[in-house]
């Protein structure tokens, strides 16, 4: 028997990070992510799950970022009660971030309800509850940076530091098939920049018959930068934003961006760079999560702040309590306002950015990541108007992105990493990037002469390879995609939603209502002649030449 590779998640999109790997002793889990980004990509998260979570031995978690732990307790509500392995901050992360999650899901699942309440249909059921959070958090089993560990007949596992968030893990795994071969392989998890606060460039060592690797940044490339840098360009932003009159909004993700900014913005008000009346961290759980930080600081690196001043100034405001986060309000400039989700998507963000957007002198900061379809990349791409609960909000603040603060190594930190971890005897998977990104670096390790073409592979979702020592030895397809691959990085409902802002848009300056009547005449016309012709067949966008060649012609086509 051979040993199957599985790409149940983070192929062909960044989130939903999932790999199962099938042995002749049984089979388990590298990570198990919650799909965020556009609905189609969000309703993945309430399809059932391509394999039984009744014969998965074990899951081994890289680290605690939603999109790779985030179904963790889906599989435990279906039923899953083994280990999970992880080290241990990243235990301490899910501690919050998993309970966090569900309050999340029973809120949306509660909103849904309401409405089909209204419609007469029947309750919404919640994609997991607190209750399962709970139980899958007593399935934590920690481990040690580079120690070997056995977590079942014939596999051996070591974590090393991936200097992405706190306890992120690169994971190495020796699985042994059929014939007593060992396969050795390499699960990146998401790797950070060289330059960052609070950790050491990543580490793992070299030499594997697989090598996956994430490529987020695939295609992109940071300036280059110091911390210093950094440091002076968040200055310049700040500084910029409060001469303007205004607030600043920084959507952050709880998690490491939080603390990184309450660590730069310390030091800058320490240094006497900036002078912002007040900073307000507005998240319950990235209060609860700076505390782990706080916990674990004997482990960090660059860090310029003593004990004492680390995530701690007089202007700081760590808020939880809900009425405190309303009354910021009331505040109309001079004030720093960080708060959570970092994609603008769910969170206290949207009551910030709601009372913000609308006026001229405040400023609307990105430092992060924003998936195609998030409310943060919408504002992000320059939309006149944005829908948060429910309400039409004219975008009349600044809106600005620096993009050193991200937790992802660039493409030529990409490059760097996979050629000192090479060689890859057998193959390179790039996931955990959009298609455009993983093309890229695909090409580029091609041309720099590190592998073959048919090497470096990007997986489609739910593609399972046959992997032997010396290379793929077969490779399925799902005969019934999950999701339609056209879908994955922008979906008609993101189109719809700007069709319709457009179209309020057209009719709000038409010069009189006989023109508007006119225009909408018109439109209704067109619409019936559209929905009249047959319907032009949608060809998937192709994964860039290796998925071609490694799996023929996607179905569907
Ligand atoms: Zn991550």
């Not at 192929?11 to 099938?22: D, K, L, N």
């Not at 732990?69 to 999970?84: D, E, I, S, T, V």
């Not at 009189?512 to 998937?540: C, F, H, N, W, Y």
Request: net charge negative; charged share 25%.
């Amino acid at each position: 028997m051979t040993v199957t590779l599985n790409f149940h998640g983070a192929a062909g999109t960044v989130t939903g990070s999932c790999y199962r790997i099938v042995h002749p002793k049984g089979q388990f889990l590298i990570d198990c992510g919650l799909f965020q980004g556009n609905k189609s990509v969000r309703d993945l998260n309430y399809k059932p799950l391509p394999f039984d979570p009744g014969k998965i031995d074990f899951v081994l978690l890289t680290h605690a970022h939603i999109d790779h732990a985030g179904l963790l307790p889906k599989l435990c509500k279906l039923g899953y009660r083994n280990k999970m392995l992880m080290t241990e901050p990243t235990a301490g992360l899910l501690e919050f971030l998993l309970p966090d999650a569900a309050g999340i899901q029973e809120s949306e699942t509660e909103r849904e309800t309401k409405k089909r309440g209204r419609r007469g249909e029947a309750p919404a059921e919640p994609l997991y509850t607190m209750e399962d959070a709970v139980e899958t958090l007593k399935h934590r089993t920690t481990v040690k940076y580079g120690e070997w560990l056995e977590p079942g007949p014939g596999v051996r596992v070591r974590y090393w530091n991936a200097g992405h968030i706190l306890g992120s893990a690169s994971i190495e795994v020796e699985v042994t098939n059929g014939d007593g071969q060992i396969i050795r392989l390499l699960f990146s998890g998401d790797i950070g920049p060289d330059e960052k606060v609070f950790y050491l460039e990543p580490d793992a060592p070299a030499g594997f018959d697989y090598i996956l690797c994430e490529s987020t940044y695939g295609g992109r490339e940071r300036e280059d930068y110091t911390l210093v840098q950094r440091r002076e360009a968040l200055k310049t932003e700040i500084n910029g934003a409060l001469q303007r009159g205004g607030n600043l909004v920084i959507p952050a993700f709880a998690v490491e961006r939080s603390q990184e900014l309450l660590h730069d913005i310390g030091l800058l008000i320490k240094d006497g760079e900036i002078s912002p009346s007040l900073v307000f961290l507005d998240s319950p759980l990235a209060s609860k999560v700076t505390g782990v930080y706080k916990k674990y600081q004997a482990m960090f690196e660059d860090v310029e702040l003593g004990a004492d001043e680390l995530f701690n100034d007089e202007r700081f405001r760590i808020v939880e309590a809900v009425d405190e986060s309303k009354a910021i309000n009331a505040i109309k400039g001079g004030a720093i306002i960080m708060s959570a989700s970092g994609m603008a998507d769910a969170g206290r963000i949207k009551h910030h950015l709601r009372a913000n957007l609308v006026r001229a002198n405040a400023t609307v900061l990105f430092v992060g990541y924003q998936a195609p379809g998030t409310l943060g990349q919408i504002i992000q791409s320059g939309a006149r108007e944005v829908r948060i609960h429910g309400e039409l909000v004219p975008v009349r603040a600044r809106i600005r992105s620096v993009a050193n603060y991200s937790a992802h190594a660039d493409h030529t930190e990409l490059m760097a990493w996979i050629k000192q971890r090479l060689p890859a005897h057998g193959a390179l998977f790039l996931t955990h990037g959009e298609d455009e990104e993983r093309t890229a670096l695909r090409s580029s390790i091609i041309a720099s002469g590190g592998l073959a073409g048919d090497q470096v592979i990007l997986p489609l979702l739910d593609d399972a390879f046959e992997l032997r020592a010396e290379g793929v030895s077969g490779v399925h397809r799902p005969e019934a995609p999950r999701i339609d691959l056209s879908q994955m990085s922008s979906d008609w409902h993101n189109a719809y939603a700007s069709f319709i802002i457009d179209l309020s848009h057209l009719l709000k300056e038409a010069k009189s209502d006989a023109r508007r009547l006119e225009i909408m005449a018109g439109l209704k016309a067109e619409l019936a002649e559209t929905a009249e012709e047959p319907p032009v067949p949608q060809v998937p966008p192709r994964a860039g030449p290796a998925s071609g060649e490694i799996h023929g012609e996607p179905s569907g086509e």
